[in-house]
């Protein structure tokens, strides 16, 4: 599995250690970060994720907030902020999340890195969680 990783320019010292993390794991890590513009990295997360040049992606700024913003109003695209290893298990097996985004003042470089394995590790369940997918997919064709 290929996951896309960007940032703002605070915390492109974590995306070089998610990198490791993630090949330690037995994937691989692209930083896509381009700018110093969280809003255009995002961007670029969106499309790699489009185009299948990743399967998943994850997001830092301060917060979690601005990323999970942009990327959950693009269709079909899951998108979760979190702040617990819990929670990147289960809105990737319940909600097929394809996007976790974090805050760098919420959560420390080892919470991520654990929050990024619980999440890689996860699979979509589908089954009686697909119904809800196929919900959102719905009330999103309809904007």
Do not use: W
């Amino acid at each position: 599995m290929t996951i896309g990783l960007i940032s703002n320019t605070k915390y492109k010292e974590y995306l070089k250690e998610l990198q490791k993390t993630i090949a330690l794991l037995g994937h691989r890590a692209i930083i896509l970060n381009a700018s110093d513009n969280i809003l255009e990295n995002c961007e670029l997360l969106v499309r790699a994720l489009q185009k299948k040049k990743v399967e998943r992606g994850i997001a830092i700024d301060d917060y979690g907030t601005i990323p999970f913003m942009y990327i959950a109003k693009t269709p079909k695209m899951v998108v979760a902020q979190i702040a617990d290893e819990h929670s990147a298990h289960m809105t990737c097996a319940h909600n097929n999340a394809t996007v976790l985004s974090f805050g760098g003042e919420i959560s420390t470089l080892h919470q991520i890195k654990n929050m990024t394995t619980a999440f890689i590790n996860s699979k979509y369940e589908g089954g009686r969680h697909k119904v809800r997918i196929d919900m959102l997919d719905i009330l999103m064709e309809r904007q």
